[in-house]
């Protein structure tokens, strides 16, 4: 009798050596960075105590503050948020479109529609609000474009994620009674996409309140005007107060967000 | 012509919603007021796009004269990104192992989530001009800043995919006589690994993308190239730098999808 000498296992060779080749490629990768990176070490070493500092002159948070201008900024930065995320659909809806499989089938229109998806996710909120600054000047309407820019390659990436997993059933059940391409996308589609559609809109409503609080650092309106004022006035007490109300806010913006869900979905 | 009256007993499929109706127009009267209450007006916009013109027009054609100090930017964006990501995820592996409610005690999970928590609620751009003020200008503050991040994202979703796992793998584990290190390394680390890979994968992208920003606040890296260019209107510049950005990120967007499929 011959007993068979089974050896198991996991990953084959081939796979092996490409977990190999990535775990070398990062590890020449940070080796590479530290040596390049150009770090002062006294600035390390002195961190801790520098930032000791800083807090113990935040100390204490001026609540005097909040009703002269924080409040009003404040506002502002959800107007920002919730304009900008509304703003998004006009352009991230067409890209979805654009970039499902079950909806656009050329491959031209993927490609378009993924260039502008990722554009617009590689240029960060802020550089977007730069460029909306210089064309628009300083103020609110810089900042609801930034973040409706913003938005449109996470929205419409996702967007478009959950058309391709509708059901074609009812699309095909609606074409065979001859409906028009409007009622299909109205009838068809959109009732399956819609708990998605909220969700991702809320999502990134959520993502946006934050985003909105920091885009006044580069003149588009929004709390983060009174931030990069009081820091440019050493106002350290008011430099808390505004943080710790993006702080507040932030946090009640998720909570709704949630509650939401819960209601909606 | 007995029962053809095919319109009568039938209810529309299609019923018209009064709530989602009434979302709708709630949705519209707030547009319209925040219109109002932030003087945005028609006569701004076409003016803007006026503007908008002339700014393209100087944007283009790009200019890559200036490569040396581009490439400069670059590479220390680079920097950053791979030593944020690196040290930010093998902190994240801990605090997440710690953080994980079915493996540790509540006094210890506790104040982890809320250390993750805290990590996330405030914008990478907030952390990095805190940082900037208590560290200096420089890599290491946008270094900081994109430690913090990471453990915001990736400790988070690392603790919540331990907390979906198996319990058997590691009873088995614990039956053998094992330590605790062994079961973790043995139990729970193979039913996760390959999900913490992905983030960790999501979470480099990330960071690439949030390199090339934070320098905007004076924290390193191709941000900063950018905003003194911004500042100094060479909008030529500027344009060849966001070409960069994109290009680089479409680039990380590739090489992680091969990534991904090599760990899956």
Redesign the interface.
């Known amino acids: 009798m011959t007993t068979i000498d089974h050896h198991w296992q996991r990953f084959t060779l081939k ?1 092996k050596l ?2 190999y080749a ?1 775990y070398l490629v ?1 590890i020449m ?2 080796l ?3 040596q ?5 070490p006294e ?2 070493y ?2 801790p105590e ?2 000791a ?2 807090f113990n002159r935040m100390w204490p948070i001026d609540f005097a503050y909040y009703p002269v201008s924080v409040h009003d900024a404040m506002i ?1 930065t959800l ?1 920002i948020a ?2 900008g995320t ?1 703003f998004t659909l006009i352009f991230a809806v067409p890209l979805a479109l654009l970039s499902s499989n079950n909806i656009c089938s050329s491959r031209w229109g993927h490609w378009i529609a993924r260039f502008f998806l ?2 617009s ?4 909120s ?2 977007w609000a ?2 909306f600054v ?4 300083p ?3 810089a900042g ?1 474009l930034a973040i409706a820019l913003r938005s449109v390659g996470f929205v419409g990436k996702l967007l478009g994620e959950a058309i391709d997993e509708v059901h074609m059933g009812s699309i095909e059940a609606l074409k065979a009674t001859g409906a028009s391409w409007m009622s299909i996308l109205l ?1 068809g589609y959109w009732p399956q996409v819609l708990p998605a559609f909220f969700s991702i809109i809320l999502f990134r409503w959520d993502i946006n309140v ?2 909105s ?2 885009l006044g ?2 003149g588009a309106g929004g709390i983060g005007v009174v ?1 990069s004022d009081s ?1 440019n006035l050493f106002e350290w007490q008011r430099v808390s107060i505004a ?1 710790l109300s ?2 507040v806010v ?2 009640i913006a998720e909570i709704v967000v949630v509650q939401i869900r819960k209601r909606l979905i | 012509m007995a029962g053809i009256e095919s319109t009568k007993n039938h209810e529309n499929p299609f019923k018209f919603n009064w709530i989602s109706a009434g979302i709708w127009v709630l949705i519209l009267g707030y547009i319209l007021y925040s219109f109002h209450a932030m003087g945005l007006t028609w006569g701004r916009f076409y003016e803007g796009l006026g503007h908008a013109e002339k700014l393209m027009g100087r944007m283009f054609p790009p200019n890559f004269e200036r490569w040396e100090l581009l490439l400069s930017g670059l590479a220390e964006s680079l920097e950053i990104a791979v030593i944020a990501s690196f040290v930010g995820i093998v902190l994240s592996l801990f605090l997440g192992l710690f953080a994980a409610r079915n493996l540790m005690p509540n006094w210890i999970s506790i104040p982890i989530r809320g250390l993750i928590a805290l990590c996330r609620t405030f914008h990478p751009v907030i952390i990095a001009i805190l940082f900037v003020k208590s560290v200096g200008f420089g890599a290491l503050a946008g270094i900081l800043t994109l430690i913090v991040a990471s453990i915001g994202f990736i400790a988070k979703l690392f603790a919540e995919a331990i907390e979906e796992i198996s319990l058997k793998q590691i009873e088995a584990i614990r039956a053998t006589g094992a330590g605790f290190v062994s079961v973790i390394v043995f139990s729970v680390m193979p039913q996760v690994f390959s999900r913490f890979i992905g983030f960790s994968v999501y979470q480099l992208d990330s960071n690439l993308r949030n390199s090339t920003m934070v320098g905007i606040v004076g924290a390193g890296g191709l941000g900063g190239t950018l905003f003194s260019a911004f500042q100094r209107f060479d909008y030529d510049f500027v344009a060849a730098i966001l070409i960069t950005i994109i290009s680089i990120i479409m680039i990380g967007e590739y090489l992680s999808n091969i990534v991904r499929r090599i760990f899956k």
Do not use: W
């Open positions: 796979q490409a977990r990535v990062l990768a940070m590479q960075s530290i390049s990176v150009e770090v002062i600035f390390f002195d961190a520098q930032m500092d800083m502002e107007n919730t304009l509304l990722v554009s996710r590689s240029v960060n802020l550089v730069l460029l210089s064309i628009f000047g103020g609110v309407i609801v009838k934050r985003e609080a920091v650092l580069v931030l820091m943080l993006i702080f932030v946090i």
